[in-house]
């Protein structure tokens, strides 16, 4: 079966089930708790690329409240131009949001370069694999950056194995409501 294909198939199965299975008010509760954790924990991270959330994802509205209030820098993406990689502008609780391209928003601070970027995803597996939505923005953003990166999921998005292509960036933790998967010393991306 050709890749493009197997991802398509994957991306549809992971949409209905989050149709059919929402996240709790309990679980995003807990997936802020667990990313607050591992960042906090890390005083280098100071520029965390975080996400307002599109309507089925993980809520991280209240981390980014708690990371501005820990004296870190959170900024959001802007969604760029087909085949550019993401953008990411200086959040604050007080800032104006804009709205971007495919229903997200971002907001109209000035543009910085994070340490870090939490990447949304419909499956991962427990090689750092990740699904995305398709457009390729993470992998070419996580490309250009050479910055860490850490997945933010529902412990039932996992699968048994995501189909990868050549473009395909892997994640260095994968955090979900239930665990933090880190990768082993050596085994992360570069930068």
């Known amino acids: 079966m050709?890749?493009?294909w197997e991802k398509q198939d994957l991306?549809?199965?992971?949409?209905?089930?989050?149709?059919?299975?929402?996240?709790s008010p309990a679980e995003n509760t807990a997936l802020n708790e667990h990313l607050a954790m591992q960042i906090l924990a890390e005083p280098d991270l100071g520029q965390i690329g975080c996400v307002w959330p599109l309507p089925g994802e993980a809520d991280l509205r209240a981390l980014?409240?708690?990371?501005?209030?820990?004296g870190r820098h959170v900024l959001l993406p802007?969604?760029?131009?087909?085949?550019e990689p993401l953008l990411f502008r200086r959040w604050r609780p007080d800032c104006e949001m804009v709205a971007g391209r495919f229903g997200t928003h971002h907001p109209d601070g000035d543009y910085d370069r994070p340490d870090l970027v939490?990447?949304?995803?419909?499956a991962f597996d427990r090689t750092f694999n990740r699904l995305g939505y398709g457009g390729g923005y993470y992998d070419r953003t996580l490309d250009a950056l050479k910055c860490r990166a850490f997945g933010f999921a529902l412990s039932w998005q996992e699968v048994a194995s995501v189909p990868v292509g050549v473009?395909?960036?892997?994640?260095?933790?994968i955090v979900t409501e239930r665990e933090i998967i880190r990768q082993q010393a050596g085994e992360g991306r570069a930068g």
């Open 11 to 23: 991306r549809r199965i992971m949409r209905q089930r989050r149709i059919e299975r929402p996240i």
């Open 64 to 70: 980014c409240h708690l990371l501005f209030n820990a």
């Open 118 to 122: 939490l990447v949304p995803l419909l």
């Open 2 to 4: 050709n890749i493009d």
């Open 78 to 83: 802007e969604t760029t131009p087909k085949g």
């Open 167 to 173: 473009h395909d960036e892997p994640l260095d933790r």
